[in-house]
């Protein structure tokens, strides 16, 4: 299972699913990050905490705990 923590910079990831409970999975998908959607890794934060992807047309911002919740294929 990969989640969007493992993918690399400059690849594109296709989101299979979003785990989590509650607060912490309704707060993922608010930010527009459903399952079906294409993520663009753009870069990653020296120690590897934020990500920062591109999620239909706009820049986000992700913690690494956030980023493991969402499994890509």
Do not use: H, Q, W
Not at 28 to 52: C, N
């Amino acid at each position: 299972m990969k989640t969007l923590r493992d993918a690399a910079i400059g690849e594109t990831v296709t989101v299979a699913k979003v785990n989590g409970e509650g607060a912490i999975k309704r707060r993922i998908m608010d930010m527009g990050i459903t399952r079906g959607v294409e993520i663009f890794v753009r870069k990653v934060a020296p120690l590897g905490d934020p990500l920062e992807v591109n999620v239909r047309g706009y820049e986000l911002s992700l913690r690494k705990a956030d980023a493991e919740n969402i499994i890509i294929g």
